[in-house]
């Protein structure tokens, strides 16, 4: 008969996080020390993001797990125009232009070019780089689509996204806490970019990879 599984205490929570943060620390400065072409940023922007997306899933075992609201066409997070760390700007921009048709592009283009009042990359309600959407993107859920839907984006409200250390609030908590780490190395290499637009960072690449 199966045993029933034993509550994993927060400790290990935090450790196991930890060491993923000093494991992506290490990620971060062999490859900010190799950098030599824009292909090597966009690599390593993708390495993090594998990253994440480990620690997601892992967080998900150790953590319990409430059913968050976010689903497929809900899309009012992203009804904003978002900062990001610019190697996330490197990688959205390399990963539309090699999957989105023309005229998506096209749209893309215009979209960047006359401004629009939210994420240029949502389309049909949906992110059109889901696999590559930047680090803080992935923070973003809600156990409530309803307070989403009212405009109630307020990080300290626990019944937006409750406070008891479930695995989405930890994931947030991680991502947050990379973030600061990632620029944190970035000045210690000379590079302080700080966050940007994604919108205006796009925008710049493009403009700057057809010159
Ligand atoms: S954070 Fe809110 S608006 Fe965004 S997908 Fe989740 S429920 Fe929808
Ligand atoms: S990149 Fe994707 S997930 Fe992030 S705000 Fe834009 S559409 Fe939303």
Not at 22 to 49: F, H, K, T, V, Y
Request: aromatic letters at 10%; a negative charge.
């Amino acid at each position: 008969m199966p045993q029933p599984s034993l509550p994993v205490p927060a400790t290990a929570t935090l450790t196991y996080m930890r060491s993923k943060v000093s494991e992506a620390d290490a990620m971060l400065r062999q490859g900010l020390a190799n950098l030599s072409q824009p292909s090597d940023m966009i690599r390593l922007a993708s390495r993090l993001l594998d990253l994440c997306n480990d620690v997601s899933d892992h967080l998900n075992h150790l953590c319990i797990v409430k059913p968050v609201a976010c689903r497929n066409g809900c899309d009012t997070c992203c009804r904003s125009l978002i900062q990001v760390n610019p190697i996330f700007a490197h990688l959205a921009l390399d990963h539309a232009q090699r999957t989105f048709t023309l005229d998506r592009l096209e749209q893309l283009y215009q979209r960047l070019l006359t401004g629009v009042p939210f994420c240029p990359f949502l389309f049909d309600g949906a992110c059109s780089i889901y696999e590559q959407r930047p680090m803080v993107c992935r923070g973003y859920y809600s156990l409530d689509v309803a307070l989403c839907l009212s405009g109630t984006f307020c990080e300290g409200n626990p019944a937006y996204q409750g406070d008891d250390g479930h695995a989405a609030h930890h994931y947030r908590i991680f991502l947050f806490v990379l973030e600061k780490r990632l620029e944190q190395i970035e000045k210690e290499f000379g590079i302080a970019p700080g966050p940007v637009f994604l919108h205006e960072a796009v925008y710049a690449l493009w403009d700057r990879s057809v010159k």
